[in-house]
């Protein structure tokens, strides 16, 4: 009877593990077949893709910042609010290491100006700008405060009001 007993339950057991490996394999294939636009459009994305690599530029990664844009002049009350999630990166001319010294000793101030400009701005007013007018901005503001170079351009992986 013991030995019936044992043998049941091992085999439940073994089930069960069978079912959580399976099921967990499962979710991973899924959700890397899931393609960027899907995920935009579902409000998902996460993370898409760091700028690709080339001869001239390199890029350097800020990290995500969370910033809390303006309300419309008191209007929105505080559940209306939404965060935004930003991930930039900033190129500046590859082999540049002195530069690259200069851009990380100041990625304070250089966080500073995006979180300055975004706070700025409501949410309605930030997706109306547009992508090339915000980086416009941010670029001017960004090259006034360093010395040694100027950044290239500027690339967001994250971009996403929550």
Same mark, same amino acid.
């Given at each position: ?9 091992? @085999? ?13 394999? @499962? ?8 393609? #960027? $636009? ?11 893709? $760091? #700028?690709?690599?080339?001869?001239? +530029? ?29 991930? #930039? ?9 002195? &530069?690259?010294? $200069? ?10 100006? &995006? +979180? ?30 360093? @010395? ?10 994250? &971009?996403?009001?929550?």
């Amino acid at each position: 009877m013991k030995i019936t007993l044992n043998k049941v339950l091992l @085999a439940i057991i073994a089930f069960l593990i069978l079912i959580l490996i399976s099921g967990t394999t @499962a979710g991973l294939v899924n959700r890397h077949n899931q393609k #960027p $636009e899907i995920l935009i459009s579902q409000g998902k994305a996460i993370n898409l893709a $760091e #700028p690709k690599s080339c001869a001239e +530029l390199t890029y350097y990664n800020l990290g995500t910042l969370r910033i809390l844009p303006r309300d419309m002049e008191g209007k929105a009350s505080q559940q209306e609010k939404s965060i935004l999630i930003l991930t #930039p990166w900033i190129s500046y001319a590859k082999d540049d290491t002195v &530069f690259f010294e $200069e851009i990380s000793r100041k990625s304070g101030l250089i966080k500073g100006v &995006f +979180l300055q400009f975004f706070t700025s701005y409501s949410q309605k007013e930030i997706l109306s700008y547009g992508e090339e007018k915000i980086k416009e901005e941010l670029i001017s503001e960004i090259n006034k405060i360093l @010395a040694l170079g100027k950044i290239q351009d500027i690339y967001f992986t994250d &971009f996403l009001f929550l």
